[in-house]
């Protein structure tokens, strides 16, 4: 992953990175950038003004993940936890076996199936499933219960929490061993709402501090 920060209004905003292409032998690295309408950092990075941007941008962090698990996996996301997959079968060593279970709200929302149809043709060992909450339902126990032929795989989660939370305790319930369910965490940036104070709270704290006086 990398960090981008980005100069808004003065001060410095972060954001971290899913690398869906490390770009080998080259000097260049490519990110997905989901577009939040009401977020403060996209609609600034994403809208071209014609004013130059001020960013500084971090080395790319983090394991190589097929070095450390050379074996078959499976990965299982949720929405923008895709970007994960696409960054494993980026590097994928052609003798292993990939099988993706992507699900995402709607068909509007699914990404990158161009280049999973096309890694489809390409490579005998990846294998994909994509379903839809509008289409198929919430995800539920079947889901996970088809996975479980692929008993000695590792498996990668990734998505927003309760989904992972869910598929976690699911595959532990078939039979998976802790050992071999690799968890990858993001999280949002946690925007913390203003207290608006009304005019006679401030006027109670007023009047405390005016009844102490005399005791000071």
């Given at each position: 992953h990398i960090t981008v920060q980005g100069l808004i209004d003065g001060r410095w905003v972060s954001r971290t990175y899913t690398i869906i292409n490390p770009g080998?032998?080259?000097?260049?690295?490519s990110v997905a950038v989901r577009r939040v309408p009401t977020g403060q950092f996209t609609p600034?990075?994403?809208?071209?003004?014609?004013?130059?941007?001020?960013l500084r941008?971090?080395?790319p962090l983090g394991d190589n993940y097929w070095a450390k698990t050379p074996q078959h996996t499976v990965c299982m996301v949720g929405g923008i936890g895709?970007?994960?997959?696409k960054s494993l079968l980026a590097q994928l060593p052609t003798a292993l076996c990939f099988h993706l279970e992507y699900s995402a709200r709607a068909k509007i929302d699914q990404v990158f199936m161009d280049d999973f149809k096309a890694l489809s043709e390409q490579h005998q060992g990846f294998t994909l499933n994509c379903r839809t909450d509008d289409a198929d339902g919430y995800l539920n126990k079947d889901v996970v219960t088809t996975i479980a032929r692929f008993p000695s795989a590792n498996y990668v989660l990734c998505g927003p929490p309760t989904y992972v939370r869910k598929v976690y305790a699911w595959l532990q319930e078939i039979g998976i061993s802790a050992r071999n369910i690799h968890v990858e965490k993001f999280f949002l940036p946690e925007v913390k709402k203003r207290t608006h104070r009304s005019w006679k709270w401030y006027g109670y704290r007023v009047g405390a501090v005016v009844a102490l006086l005399p005791a000071l």
């Amino acid at each position: 992953h990398i960090t981008v920060q980005g100069l808004i209004d003065g001060r410095w905003v972060s954001r971290t990175y899913t690398i869906i292409n490390p770009g080998a032998g080259t000097d260049v690295v490519s990110v997905a950038v989901r577009r939040v309408p009401t977020g403060q950092f996209t609609p600034w990075l994403l809208h071209d003004d014609g004013t130059p941007k001020r960013l500084r941008i971090s080395v790319p962090l983090g394991d190589n993940y097929w070095a450390k698990t050379p074996q078959h996996t499976v990965c299982m996301v949720g929405g923008i936890g895709i970007t994960l997959a696409k960054s494993l079968l980026a590097q994928l060593p052609t003798a292993l076996c990939f099988h993706l279970e992507y699900s995402a709200r709607a068909k509007i929302d699914q990404v990158f199936m161009d280049d999973f149809k096309a890694l489809s043709e390409q490579h005998q060992g990846f294998t994909l499933n994509c379903r839809t909450d509008d289409a198929d339902g919430y995800l539920n126990k079947d889901v996970v219960t088809t996975i479980a032929r692929f008993p000695s795989a590792n498996y990668v989660l990734c998505g927003p929490p309760t989904y992972v939370r869910k598929v976690y305790a699911w595959l532990q319930e078939i039979g998976i061993s802790a050992r071999n369910i690799h968890v990858e965490k993001f999280f949002l940036p946690e925007v913390k709402k203003r207290t608006h104070r009304s005019w006679k709270w401030y006027g109670y704290r007023v009047g405390a501090v005016v009844a102490l006086l005399p005791a000071l």
